[in-house]
Structure formats: structure tokens, C-alpha cells
């Protein structure tokens, strides 16, 4: 099962922030969280990856939480392009065992104009 | 650099009969892993080849599916004889070694969507 929890949908307004939180409360200390994104009748998308510190590339932001037990995505200035499903997964770096993705419900983000 | 490419896009195939689904992952990735979705649930992770080797198949439903990735290069999964309730996506992923390029995630291709009638 998916160690993390995600609100089913969102709404956001297009050219505003997308805060899209998630829960892993029961996260281990050499666990990474990862975010990918499915964009209807592609593949998951990587977007990106934090272990404590907060993380930003070209995509968006992650921050996590001090305790580790949540952490948010931010998608700075949402476009229509980001209507997708958002997926928060919890896993093993890639290194560790392989690092296998279990994935949940996600978040389907609707960017609305 | 290329992606992670899958054929065939769509597949449509009696009940009883046999499919095969490639992968050809991105060059250089030893990583290579199968997931699937079935109608109304989530991505299920299916297996892992590190280049040749199985190192993990414990998502593997049952004995009709069959993995190979001869040579380390491409991958195939065989369904046979494929059921109803194996209809879905079939997603394959790829990635670098760790320690040898981006400890970035996966590159996922497009999928098989496999429709058993």
C-alpha cells in the first residue's frame, strides 16, 4: 500500500501557485520523497525528489516539513500544461534495493483559465 | 536523448491469445521496470532488471506473464494466455545506474494499452 495521503482533486486558477500537500507520516529516515505527475494518456512524469531539505528545480518546488512527516509541491505559475494527476510517493532512492515506486490515488489538479 | 520507447501503442487481443509488449528503455540505463494499471486502480509496480537480471519480480501477477530483457537492452513481457482482467496500461521506466548519472527518478514511456475482448 502507498504510504502517503493525497486530497482525490484540486483547483487552480491558471498563472497562480499550485500547493498541492501530502502526508507520510509514517516516512523512514532513509526514504526519499518523490513527486511524478501523469498528464492523461502519457507516462508518469518525474518532477522531483527531497529527502529533508527543501528542493527546487525548473518544474517546481518541494518543500518538506522539519519532521519529515509531510511535505508540499509547489507548482509556481500553473499553466494549463499542468492539468494532471500529481502523485506523492514515498520510496527507497534508487540506490537502495532499487527503489521501486508505489503509487497511490494522487491528486488530479484541474488548472482552470 | 531519446526516451523510453513501447510498442505497440494499443494492442487489442482475443481471450486465450498470446501478447508481447517491448520496451526499449533509454541507452545506457541498466535500470529497467515494468508497471502496469488496470482499470479503476492505481500503478502497480510488476518487476525490476538491473541490465540482464530479474532483481525484483515480486509484482509479477501470476505465471502467465513472462519477462525477458535478453542482452540487457530492450525488455519484452509476454502475456499468455492473457485474461480479461489483464487489460490495462503497461508502463516501462528506465534509469541510470546510481552513481553514474542523475540520481533523478525514472523516465517512463507512454504504455501499451493492452485490451483483452
Known amino acids: 500500500d502507498a504510504k502517503t495521503t493525497q486530497p482525490p482533486s484540486m483547483d487552480c486558477a491558471e498563472g497562480r501557485a499550485a500547493n498541492l500537500p501530502c502526508n507520510h507520516s509514517?516516512?523512514?529516515?532513509?526514504?526519499?520523497v518523490y513527486w511524478y505527475r501523469q498528464i492523461h494518456s502519457q507516462g508518469p512524469q518525474y518532477i522531483i525528489h527531497g529527502l529533508k531539505n527543501n528542493e527546487t528545480n525548473e518544474m517546481a518546488s518541494l518543500i518538506i516539513t522539519e519532521d519529515r512527516k509531510s511535505s508540499t509541491l509547489i507548482l509556481p505559475h500553473a499553466t494549463l500544461r499542468d492539468t494532471a494527476v500529481y502523485y506523492c510517493i514515498v520510496s527507497l532512492p534508487k540506490w537502495d534495493q532499487g527503489g521501486k515506486l508505489i503509487f497511490g490515488q494522487g491528486t488530479e489538479l484541474s488548472v482552470k483559465p | 536523448e531519446a526516451g523510453v520507447t513501447q510498442f505497440p501503442s494499443h494492442s487489442v487481443i482475443e481471450k486465450g491469445q498470446t501478447v508481447t509488449l517491448r520496451c526499449d528503455p533509454i541507452s545506457g540505463h541498466d535500470n529497467l521496470y515494468w508497471y502496469r494499471r488496470v482499470m479503476g486502480k492505481e500503478i502497480k509496480f510488476l518487476l525490476h532488471?538491473?541490465?540482464?537480471?530479474?532483481?525484483?519480480e515480486s509484482g509479477m501477477p501470476n505465471n502467465r506473464f513472462l519477462a525477458e530483457r535478453t542482452g540487457g537492452t530492450y525488455s519484452t513481457l509476454k502475456v499468455q494466455p492473457a485474461e480479461l482482467e489483464d487489460s490495462g496500461v503497461y508502463f516501462c521506466?528506465?534509469?541510470?545506474?546510481?552513481?553514474?548519472?542523475?540520481?533523478?527518478?525514472?523516465?517512463f514511456g507512454s504504455g501499451t494499452r493492452l485490451t483483452v475482448v
Open positions: 532488471f538491473v541490465k540482464e537480471s530479474k532483481q525484483d
Open positions: 521506466a528506465s534509469s541510470h545506474p546510481p552513481g553514474t548519472g542523475s540520481e533523478d527518478g525514472y523516465t
Open positions: 509514517t516516512i523512514s529516515g532513509n526514504e526519499y
